[in-house]
């Protein structure tokens, strides 16, 4: 087995928190090695969000054609659906950003090292695969990112019982469809498969869609969920699931009573686990958590000193953009830049189903929980909102949470058309540490989507002018 020594830095993981932190050592002058079993770019880019985003594209296209087509003199009777074209097309612009992630490395000088990295010692990386051999660097990233969970009856098949790994390369659009879990993943691919012609259930054993999320998005996704067509089942466990030829009887209970759903898939999206095991963490003593976490400081280092965790493997947000952050953050920690540790309450969730769903910062019921009764709180529907009413997208709203003295915001929350780049806006914002004041002395053109925002400013303001 070779050794490759002299570098810098090592990262385990060549995904969204990866590889840019491994661009970013190397602006700060270090020499990086870069270990990926798969292909670069990670879970996300490859199994993810992009490909899942062409997949939405698609549904929404249908959608617009079918329920706005007349209204805007596009007749659509005879629209012909072509799945398996759409699933090319999303596994074609998950290859091209592929290539341009290896690009990026290559410009970089990045050494992308293939296989499967394990740490070997405090700065000793083991790579097994096409050409084994031994990474030795100053400090280990580790990047590994995360895998499906699977529930406990569940046996992925990739035929009749799909986690979202399976499903974004399946050329089949079921007749019958249950999605397991009312989360991000879940709530996108329900919209898909219903907007290409399944009938979806979708099954979430709390009390509201979007666990976690702000309680009045939850509903009104629920609402527009159920107008089209998507059946919701709150409050309800899943039990097991049992093929029965092709097809698939699946278990459910709810208040104590048993039922059983026939579908034809069945897609589990109820969570995610991280790919800690066999990182060779028990032997420099790193410690994890009951789900397979790893632990780490403020500065993202793990409780051995030369190995800083970041992404879905270190746990909180599981998103591509946290870790991109976390990236960032750990190499410059590590440069002895000064800069304040990472603000996950300044991290935005987007969701691109339709209507799209954004937030950031706290939840109302968070909020009400710190500033009682005197929080300020701007809530703007799109039906007031003239491009909205033109573009025939009245779903949703927007709402601005500040604190009752200075109005500094503290959370946002969107449900609509565009919801996804309107929460920027936002961010920008918070980062900033704005006041809805300043958002509303920002002038925002006219028609667009973005006055909702200024126009929920103005609401929290007291002074509201079109609603």
Same mark, same amino acid.
């Given at each position: 087995?070779?050794t490759?020594?002299?570098?810098?830095?090592?990262?385990?993981?060549a995904?969204p928190?990866g590889?840019?932190?491994?661009?970013r050592?190397?602006q700060?002058?270090?020499?990086?090695?870069?270990?990926?079993?798969?292909?670069?770019?990670?879970?996300?880019?490859n199994?993810?969000?992009v490909p899942?985003?062409?997949?939405l594209?698609g549904?929404?296209?249908?959608e617009?054609l079918?329920?706005h087509?007349?209204?805007?003199?596009?007749?659509a009777?005879?629209?012909?659906?072509?799945y398996?074209?759409?699933?090319?097309?999303?596994r074609?612009?998950?290859? *091209?950003?592929?290539?341009?992630?290896q690009?990026l490395?290559?410009?970089?000088?990045?050494e992308?090292v293939?296989?499967r990295?394990r740490?070997?010692?405090?700065t000793r990386?083991?790579v097994?695969?096409?050409?084994?051999?031994i990474?030795?660097?100053?400090?280990?990233?580790?990047a590994?990112?995360s895998?499906?969970?699977?529930?406990?009856?569940?046996?992925?098949d990739?035929?009749c019982l799909l986690?979202s790994?399976?499903?974004l390369?399946?050329r089949?659009?079921?007749e019958?469809?249950?999605?397991?879990?009312a989360?991000?993943v879940?709530i996108e691919?329900?919209?898909?498969?219903?907007?290409?012609?399944s009938?979806v259930?979708?099954?979430?054993?709390?009390?509201?869609m979007?666990?976690?999320?702000?309680?009045e998005?939850?509903?009104?996704?629920?609402?527009?969920f159920r107008r089209?067509g998507?059946?919701?089942?709150?409050?309800?466990s899943?039990?097991?699931?049992?093929?029965?030829?092709?097809?698939?009887?699946?278990?459910?209970s *709810?208040?104590?009573?048993?039922?059983?759903?026939?579908a034809?898939?069945?897609l589990a999206?109820v969570?995610?686990?991280?790919?800690s095991?066999?990182?060779?963490?028990e032997?420099l003593?790193i410690?994890?958590?009951?789900?397979?976490?790893?632990?780490?400081?403020?500065?993202?280092r793990?409780?051995?000193?030369?190995?800083s965790?970041?992404?879905?493997?270190?746990?909180?947000?599981?998103?591509?953009?946290?870790?991109?952050?976390?990236?960032?953050?750990?190499?410059?920690?590590?440069?002895?830049l000064?800069?304040?540790?990472?603000?996950?309450?300044?991290?935005p969730?987007?969701i691109?189903?339709?209507?799209?769903?954004?937030?950031?910062?706290?939840?109302?019921?968070e909020?009400?929980?710190?500033?009682?009764?005197?929080?300020?709180?701007?809530?703007?529907?799109?039906?007031?909102s003239?491009?909205?009413?033109a573009?025939?997208?009245?779903a949703?709203f927007?709402?601005?949470?500040?604190?009752?003295e200075?109005?500094e915001?503290?959370?946002?929350?969107?449900?609509?058309?565009?919801?996804?780049e309107?929460?920027?806006?936002i961010?920008?914002?918070m980062t900033?540490?704005?006041t809805?004041?300043e958002?509303?002395?920002?002038?925002?053109?006219?028609p667009?989507?973005?006055?909702a925002?200024?126009?929920?400013?103005l609401?929290a303001?007291?002074r509201?002018i079109?609603?």
């Amino acid at each position: 087995m070779g050794t490759s020594g002299g570098f810098d830095l090592a990262v385990i993981g060549a995904g969204p928190g990866g590889y840019v932190a491994a661009i970013r050592a190397t602006q700060l002058g270090q020499k990086v090695a870069v270990i990926e079993q798969d292909r670069p770019g990670g879970v996300c880019l490859n199994w993810g969000c992009v490909p899942s985003k062409a997949l939405l594209t698609g549904a929404e296209l249908v959608e617009n054609l079918r329920k706005h087509g007349e209204t805007f003199g596009v007749a659509a009777d005879g629209i012909r659906l072509d799945y398996a074209k759409l699933i090319d097309h999303s596994r074609k612009s998950a290859d *091209r950003l592929c290539k341009g992630v290896q690009a990026l490395l290559r410009k970089n000088r990045i050494e992308l090292v293939e296989g499967r990295g394990r740490l070997a010692g405090p700065t000793r990386v083991e790579v097994s695969g096409e050409s084994d051999r031994i990474v030795e660097a100053s400090h280990i990233l580790l990047a590994t990112g995360s895998r499906e969970w699977v529930p406990p009856g569940f046996e992925v098949d990739g035929e009749c019982l799909l986690t979202s790994r399976e499903a974004l390369e399946s050329r089949r659009i079921p007749e019958r469809l249950v999605v397991v879990g009312a989360g991000p993943v879940g709530i996108e691919f329900a919209y898909v498969y219903a907007m290409y012609g399944s009938e979806v259930t979708v099954v979430e054993m709390v009390d509201q869609m979007l666990p976690g999320a702000d309680r009045e998005v939850a509903s009104t996704v629920q609402r527009e969920f159920r107008r089209k067509g998507i059946e919701v089942r709150l409050g309800t466990s899943f039990e097991g699931a049992e093929k029965l030829g092709g097809r698939v009887r699946v278990s459910v209970s *709810r208040d104590g009573s048993s039922e059983e759903i026939e579908a034809d898939q069945v897609l589990a999206a109820v969570g995610r686990r991280p790919l800690s095991d066999d990182l060779g963490l028990e032997q420099l003593g790193i410690a994890v958590d009951s789900r397979g976490f790893v632990g780490v400081d403020p500065q993202l280092r793990t409780s051995a000193p030369t190995v800083s965790a970041i992404g879905d493997l270190a746990g909180g947000a599981l998103l591509a953009h946290k870790a991109s952050e976390e990236g960032i953050a750990a190499v410059e920690f590590l440069a002895g830049l000064d800069r304040a540790p990472l603000d996950h309450l300044r991290i935005p969730f987007c969701i691109y189903s339709q209507p799209q769903i954004a937030w950031i910062g706290l939840t109302e019921d968070e909020a009400r929980s710190e500033f009682g009764d005197q929080l300020q709180v701007g809530r703007f529907p799109f039906t007031a909102s003239g491009k909205a009413v033109a573009s025939a997208h009245t779903a949703g709203f927007v709402k601005l949470l500040a604190e009752p003295e200075g109005g500094e915001i503290v959370g946002a929350h969107i449900v609509g058309q565009g919801a996804t780049e309107l929460i920027a806006e936002i961010g920008l914002a918070m980062t900033l540490e704005a006041t809805t004041a300043e958002v509303a002395a920002t002038c925002h053109a006219h028609p667009t989507l973005s006055e909702a925002l200024l126009e929920s400013a103005l609401l929290a303001e007291g002074r509201g002018i079109n609603f």
